[in-house]
């Protein structure tokens, strides 16, 4: 039986366009993979940026990118971070929303410095 699961990731990036749509193709490309995603699973992702991140969406970037799964059908959604004090800058954190079986267990993806935020996933 299939539920509702969410898996996290985040990815440090430079502000570049090239930059920001190949870390978040990489982080996605291997949330999909890891979890065994499919395009038919998928409910949406949920991306988030800290205040540097100006020169492109992730969603675009996501949709832009070369992904190993078609998301064109998924809805994708942005917002900013709350500015913390002495927060981790140049970050790009997902939450991908989608049907896996109940009994799996979901890997959450941190990469290029962003490891730092859960290093209790990354071990």
Same mark, same amino acid.
């Given at each position: 039986?299939?539920?509702?699961?969410? *898996?996290?990731?985040?990815?440090?990036?430079?502000?570049?366009?090239?930059?920001?749509?190949?870390? %978040?193709?990489?982080?996605?490309?291997?949330?999909?993979?890891?979890?065994? =995603?499919?395009?038919? +699973?998928? %409910?949406?992702?949920?991306?988030?940026?800290?205040?540097?991140?100006?020169?492109?969406?992730?969603?675009?970037?996501?949709?832009?990118?070369?992904?190993?799964?078609? %998301?064109?059908?998924?809805? =994708?959604?942005?917002?900013?971070?709350?500015? *913390?004090?002495?927060?981790?800058?140049?970050?790009?954190? %997902?939450?991908?929303?989608? @049907?896996? +079986?109940?009994?799996?267990?979901?890997?959450? *993806?941190?990469?290029?410095?962003?490891?730092?935020?859960?290093? +209790? @996933?990354?071990?």
């Amino acid at each position: 039986m299939k539920k509702i699961k969410a *898996i996290r990731g985040a990815v440090c990036s430079e502000n570049t366009k090239e930059e920001i749509i190949k870390n %978040v193709c990489e982080m996605c490309n291997q949330i999909f993979e890891k979890n065994g =995603l499919q395009s038919e +699973d998928l %409910v949406s992702i949920q991306f988030s940026i800290t205040e540097e991140i100006t020169k492109i969406n992730p969603a675009s970037a996501l949709r832009r990118g070369k992904t190993c799964i078609d %998301v064109t059908e998924c809805a =994708l959604f942005c917002c900013q971070e709350a500015k *913390i004090e002495n927060g981790m800058k140049n970050v790009i954190r %997902v939450m991908i929303t989608s @049907y896996m +079986d109940e009994n799996t267990t979901k890997t959450n *993806i941190y990469l290029n410095g962003a490891e730092k935020l859960r290093p +209790d @996933y990354t071990k």
